[in-house]
Each structure stands twice: as C-alpha cells, then as structure tokens.
C-alpha cells in the first residue's frame, strides 16, 4: 500500500493520508478496520509516526491447521454434491498436510484450499472423466479419485505458485 513513501502521488501514500485526516477527528462516526498479512501490515503502519497510535487494537489469527483445512474441503465438496473415494480423501489430507508444513509467510489458508479443490482438483477429475473415453454417467463425474487429487497438488504446492512464472499478456517485441 505504500511501497514508496517518499513520492507523494503514490496511491498508498494518499490513501494513508486521508485515513490520518478522518481518524484524527474527535469522534469519527466509522470503524476503520485493516486487514492483510502481518509483515506488510507493519510496514504499512510504520510509514506514519501517527498511524500505529491510530490503531490501538490488532488481532492475528492463526493459520489454519491441516485439519480444519481438510474440513473446509470436505464441506466444499459436499455443498457441491462430489464424492471422494476413501484414498481419494486420505491422498487430500497428505497433500493438505504437506501445504501447511512448506507454506510460506503468502500461505492463503481457505483461500488456497478453496483454489486447490475448484481450480485444482475438480478440473483434474472432469479431464480424467473425459479422457477415459466411453460413455460418461453422473455417478463418475461426481466421484473424485486419488489420482484427481495428486495431479492438482502438482500445480498448487504453495512454494510451487510462489515462484511460477506468470506469462504475460499483450504484445511482445
């Protein structure tokens, strides 16, 4: 938010600055609240003298656990109406389980467990679904397999998106 302090048509900087101007009035009539990973939300608040004093109050909360991981997949498959095949469900949670024990301080917690399952793994079933060949029923499109389940963590262990390349877009010379 404000990577560069000491130019002041930067958006961080501005923004900063419109907080001080409302949160130093006697009684504001809002809550402010700001939310974002530790390390850069230190470094935010410490671009101002008086901007830490303006937020009195901090709450960190924890990452997640491999187990309450494992919960908020099993629930996302549910809602959607898929099955997981019994080694399917153990190949999920040794997969969760090696995400939180190599995550990095960018670790998304639900929202990487979110990616995994609907960017992931159901996209990995559906291509396996479809390449079987033959005739395709419900039951198989809805029953996710061991083999779903580790040809997505292939894509998403977390150190692995940290440092994938992200093509780019538009024209090149």
């Known amino acids: 938010?404000?990577?560069?302090?000491?130019?002041?048509?930067?958006?961080?900087?501005?923004?900063?600055?419109?907080?001080?101007?409302?949160?130093?009035?006697?009684?504001?009539?809002?809550?402010?609240?700001?939310?974002?990973?530790?390390?850069?939300?230190?470094?935010?608040?410490?671009?101002?003298?008086?901007?830490?004093?303006?937020?009195?109050?901090?709450?960190?909360?924890?990452?997640?656990?491999?187990?309450?991981?494992?919960?908020?997949?099993?629930?996302?498959?549910?809602?959607?109406?898929?099955?997981?095949?019994?080694?399917?469900?153990?190949?999920?949670?040794?997969?969760?389980s090696e995400a939180v024990a190599d995550k990095t301080e960018s670790f998304s917690n639900a929202r990487w467990i979110e990616q995994y399952v609907y960017s992931g793994i159901l996209p990995a079933m559906a291509e396996r679904v479809l390449n079987r060949g033959g005739a395709i029923d419900k039951e198989s499109c809805r029953t996710v397999e061991k083999e779903d389940v580790e040809t997505a963590?292939?894509?998403?262990?977390p150190r692995q998106i940290e440092t994938a390349v992200i093509p780019r877009i538009g024209f090149r010379a």
């Open 1 to 96: 938010l404000t990577a560069d302090k000491d130019n002041r048509k930067d958006f961080g900087y501005r923004a900063v600055e419109c907080l001080l101007t409302v949160l130093s009035r006697n009684s504001p009539d809002m809550i402010v609240v700001l939310a974002g990973y530790e390390k850069e939300m230190n470094q935010m608040l410490a671009t101002n003298p008086g901007l830490r004093g303006r937020f009195p109050h901090t709450l960190r909360f924890e990452d997640y656990s491999a187990d309450e991981l494992m919960e908020i997949a099993l629930q996302l498959f549910r809602k959607e109406e898929y099955i997981l095949t019994g080694e399917a469900g153990r190949q999920l949670y040794e997969t969760i």
């Open 153 to 157: 963590f292939l894509k998403f262990k």
